[in-house]
């Protein structure tokens, strides 16, 4: 039986995106299979030949659909995973990282000690561990006996090419999370707590409680905390949390001269794009929750490079910027993120472009029933990435836009310039007061400025969307 510390470090998010695999391939399998047999049929010949060749066409064109069911049996059963376990899993964190405390303890086999009272909030949530331990493990059992027999299934009727396919979906049991750390949990939950007035027990708002949790863990950042800053917007209730990262791909990158070093470096985030990434490990990160009604933008500490290739000193800096809602509920956010270590003249118009010599844009974030869109305008460094995780577990990938120049000078040559997202700037126009009679802009609405964790403001939402 799987213990309490390792049900914390389980993420079964990777379930989701081995069903959506899954699903790919089978499509592809039913659509190759068809486009053979079709071809086979199609040729201009006949006798023997033709009869032979048109059994084989049968023979693959059944096979192949026996694999692709076989996929498509692998998809459901990865998704129920998905979906059955994570709230299981998100209340059994919650409930832990909540109300084991000292002098209460939590065995290996689930058992607890040191309740002073039973009927108290604590005594209660904690007598609801052992069943949702049990719910848990039966529910792990039956979804891992599912992706056994589907994988057996494959085993037994798929060629080699299709087993390599297999194989690089990423199916795995319930894996390890290197972010599920008892004391970053605890310390991600009480950051919740103070914004929310209430723990986190929903996927969503354990996502939400990460990114606002004001430590740093990754070691080049030496202990300095990132900036955070937030703006309350009405919830969205169905759209999930949509989270954006801007990051560095390289390793290291070029940075601003100063004193007496004319070639200084500042530590990239060293990744490609990642559905599942860490909110630390990005320059500047963004999450529109709109199920718990909040934007967050987040800057992490930037650590310039040593001469002998490790981490130096580490600053940080506080993201700026404003929020707008309108009544569909999308959310339009501003922000500029400077580097710390960069001399204060970025902070004026570049010379080169029209805008500060920052991380910076202006993007509209609009929900709908097939998700939320993404459209307007940011610098062309560095690389963005933005997912959306729904409440039913479904999580997709809303837009990858990489720098424009991925090479370690980037922030010199990229950072002056913008580009467009989506439709750009005409996303901008359902955030003004328009005049009915010569159809044209009266004022901007008004926005919320970004604000602290202690006192978030609210984005003010008008009662009609269009006209004055």
């Not at 692998?74 to 979906?83: K, V």
């Not at 967050?296 to 500490?301: C, D, E, L, S, Y």
């Amino acid at each position: 039986m799987p213990t309490p510390l390792q049900v914390l470090n389980w993420d079964v998010s990777g379930y989701r995106t081995a069903a959506d695999n899954a699903a790919h391939i089978a499509d592809a399998i039913v659509k190759a299979s068809g486009t053979m047999h079709s071809t086979i049929y199609d040729l201009l010949w006949k006798g023997v030949a033709r009869l032979g060749a048109e059994g084989e066409a049968d023979a693959e064109q059944t096979q192949m659909r026996a694999v692709a069911t076989a996929y498509d049996d692998l998809a459901a059963a990865c998704a129920g995973a998905a979906e059955d376990m994570a709230d299981p899993i998100a209340t059994i964190k919650s409930i832990i990282l909540n109300y084991v405390h000292p002098p209460v303890s939590i065995g290996d086999d689930w058992s607890i000690t040191g309740v002073e009272d039973w009927d108290s909030e604590a005594g209660i949530q904690l007598s609801r561990l052992a069943s949702l331990a049990s719910t848990l493990f039966a529910m792990d059992a039956q979804w891992g006996a599912k992706i056994t027999e589907a994988n057996g299934e494959l085993e037994a009727m798929a060629p080699a090419s299709a087993l390599a396919a297999a194989q690089t979906i990423g199916l795995s049991d319930t894996t390890f999370d290197p972010r599920a750390d008892p004391d970053r949990l605890r310390t991600s939950a009480a950051a919740f707590e103070q914004v929310f007035g209430r723990p986190p027990t929903s996927p969503a708002d354990w996502s939400t409680a990460e990114v606002l949790n004001p430590k740093s863990y990754d070691p080049k950042y030496q202990g300095i905390g990132p900036e955070i800053r937030v703006v309350r917007i009405d919830p969205v209730h169905g759209q999930g949390v949509v989270r954006t990262g801007q990051f560095i791909e390289q390793r290291d990158v070029t940075s601003t001269p100063k004193g007496v070093n004319p070639f200084p470096r500042d530590r990239g985030d060293n990744r490609s794009a990642d559905p599942h990434f860490d909110p630390e490990h990005t320059r500047v990160t963004a999450y529109v929750d709109y199920e718990n009604g909040i934007v967050v933008m987040r800057q992490n500490p930037s650590v310039e490079q040593n001469d002998d290739g490790t981490p130096g000193e580490v600053k940080v800096a506080a993201p700026e910027g404003r929020v707008w809602q309108n009544s569909d509920g999308a959310v339009r956010l501003q922000y500029d993120a400077a580097n710390p270590f960069a001399p204060s003249v970025a902070k004026s118009h570049s010379p080169l472009g029209d805008h500060t010599i920052t991380v910076n844009g202006d993007l509209v974030f609009t929900p709908g029933a097939d998700g939320v869109r993404v459209d307007g305008t940011r610098t062309d460094y560095p690389s963005l990435e933005v997912y959306q995780d729904r409440p039913n577990g479904q999580s997709s990938t809303i837009a990858i836009d990489s720098a424009v120049t991925g090479r370690s000078w980037g922030p010199a040559v990229n950072l002056p310039f913008h580009h467009d997202i989506g439709s750009g700037a005409k996303a901008f126009s359902d955030f003004y007061d328009w005049n009915p009679v010569s159809d044209t802009k009266t004022a901007i609405r008004p926005s919320a400025e970004l604000g602290p964790v202690t006192a978030p403001p609210h984005a003010p939402v008008p009662i009609a969307k269009g006209m004055i």
